[in-house]
DNA sequence: TGCATATAGTTCGCCATTCAAACTAATAAT
DNA sequence: ATTATTAGTTTGAATGGCGAACTATATGCA
């Protein structure tokens, strides 16, 4: 059915966008980048990573995220490290106030998740989670 | 089921990271910049706007908006136009050209919701769709 | 093995983007 | 009427991002 699919499209969309703008207004209020607390959100949920890995997923060169890497580990949020087998490789990963501040940012998702599906049934909770899943392995 | 909320959650970031960074290399391959493409999305979704309005929904002052619309109207993708009511207010509006592309672009967001959902069943995605429509509401 | 090629990250010069503040014009409030 | 508020523009300063040149390490292959 073309018309339903496309009804998805966009409703998938309008989330998106609202969710862009609920994360800049967010960001706007707690003193840091936007770019540097979405380099926390990263890190906090994949965990350390490689300079080039983090680079794709941010969407920017290996060049502008060595800067930023530098400013954030000024600012003490992340901190370099060897990687174990590839010594060109660096990883990259949350210091401890960067793992507080990923807490922080998260528990206004959390409560930001819980807001939107507050008409929601466990059930449907549970199913919306089996939605995501899915499609997150598809991507 | 304070854990199941977790795993709704990061389900959620997880998909929004990763349809930004599809965004981004989709744009990346265009020649329009990134802002550019956000605003005929925007305007291709929901239709002729005032400046504020838009520039809340991008996440920028209006007056870097501004500079933005300019180079837009020279691009000859978007235009401006009076406001009925209130004089202080302009509306901008997507021209011809810039209604082309929002519809080309939102082809690659089909084909990408398309690509996601293909294992879904005709239920399921009716269902998907239900949810996401009741989150919009709420947001 | 040894040499060519590829990959990871850094540095740096240049251009594009963004913000904040000052300003104009129109509207709303008292 | 006067004052306060709101919409949009302009501009100077700061920031962000790209791409090319460079260093160091790893991989491919004759």
Redo the contacts between chains.
Sequence with gaps: ?KN???????????????????E??VVKDNGFSLPQVHTV??LG?NGPMRMKELA??I?VTTGTLTVQIDKMVKAELVQRRAHETDRRSILVELTESGQVMFEEH?KL??QL????????T?A??????D??????K??
Excluded: P
Aim: without cysteine; negative net charge; glycine residues 2%.
């Design positions: 059915m339903q699919d496309d009804h998805l499209n966009h409703a998938i969309i309008e989330f998106y966008e609202k969710l862009s703008s609920w800049m207004a959100e990263i949920l794709e997923k969407g998260d998702h959390m998740t819980a807001d939107l599906t507050i008409q929601f466990e449907e909770r549970a199913q919306m989670l939605f995501f899943k899915r499609i997150n598809e991507f």
